[in-house]
């Protein structure tokens, strides 16, 4: 929000900042994620050069848990197995809400080199947990892992957090119309 | 000592037992044996003086259509010689004696063996599927294998 830019020169007046509540606690959610990371194969490798200093992941407001209960979103990274694929649903399960799903690599987004001859990998985690946002590549670069953390930042500040029922219907009647 | 050497004393005290030695083709020469004495001369390549063959590099398996086959990789710490040992049973009773009390790096090898390609090693302590899920239909690296149409609930096709 470019908030921090203004601390050395202040807004007049003792610096209030008029806006929705809403606004301010998706900028907070957006920018304070914890993730659990779900290493399955080379894109792991290739996170973990994410997470080291050169490209630091954590500026992101990122930090990896190692439980599902305390991640706000859920980084599957390599190839999915059948054997795999059910524990996977189970950790996505014990997650609390609002959670998110990022897939990371050919492998996870469709099945990669295995989407046609692989009998014990599944086509695409999202046959079994619900994604938000694809990241591809065979292993992505640290910068499409960027790209995709900036995607789903995006993602959760458009959110709406009050009367989402409401709005909800509101909409689908302006779609009735 | 050499592939041939080995087959010249292994014959002499196993006969029949031991059936072919390939060392002409320009690949790893290898010996070729019968199942039913499989263990006892796998000891006997492991503690006689002349072989030593302290170490299983490898134990694979392999599907020849009407047979099945195990390979066996053996090395001499002390010797430094190396050895390929083969071994095949009928594709309807695939049965062979385990080595896994001889060389402890058996135990997995021949669970993946297992697993795979559906050879079963008599004599192992605990021959369950290592890498597929415990209910798993068939073994999946078998020519004939037919992948099934899905796996609890799960599309196995795209």
Known sequence: MGLLNRLDDPYEGGGIVLGKIEDILNWGRSKSNWYLHFGLACCAIEFMAMNASHFDFMRFGTIPRTSPRQADFIMITGTVTFKMAERIKILYEQMAEPKYVISVGSCSNCGGPYWEHGYHVLKGVDKIIPVDVYIPGCPPRPEAFQEGMIKLQKKINEQAIFNKRKRLKKEQSDDNK | ?158
């Open chain 2, 1 to 158: 000592m050499l592939t041939n050497e080995i087959f010249e004393k292994l014959k002499s005290e196993f006969g029949e037992n031991i059936l072919e030695c390939n060392d002409q083709q320009p690949v790893d020469h290898f010996i070729v044996v019968k199942s039913e004495k499989l263990f006892e001369i796998c000891h006997t390549l492991r503690d006689d003086d002349d072989f030593l063959f302290d170490y299983l590099m490898s134990l694979s398996g392999m599907d020849l259509n009407e047979n099945l086959g195990v390979v066996y990789h053996l090395y001499s710490m002390k010797l430094k010689h190396k050895l390929v040992l083969k071994v095949m049973v009928p594709k309807t009773d695939p049965k062979t004696p385990s080595v896994e009390r001889i060389w402890r790096t058996a135990d997995w090898h021949e669970r993946e063996a297992y697993d795979l390609m559906g050879i079963e090693f008599t004599g192992h302590h605990n021959l369950i599927r290592i890498l597929c899920p415990y209910d798993w239909e068939g073994h999946p690296l078998r020519k004939d294998y037919q992948t099934p149409e899905s796996y609890h609930g799960m599309k196995t096709s795209s």
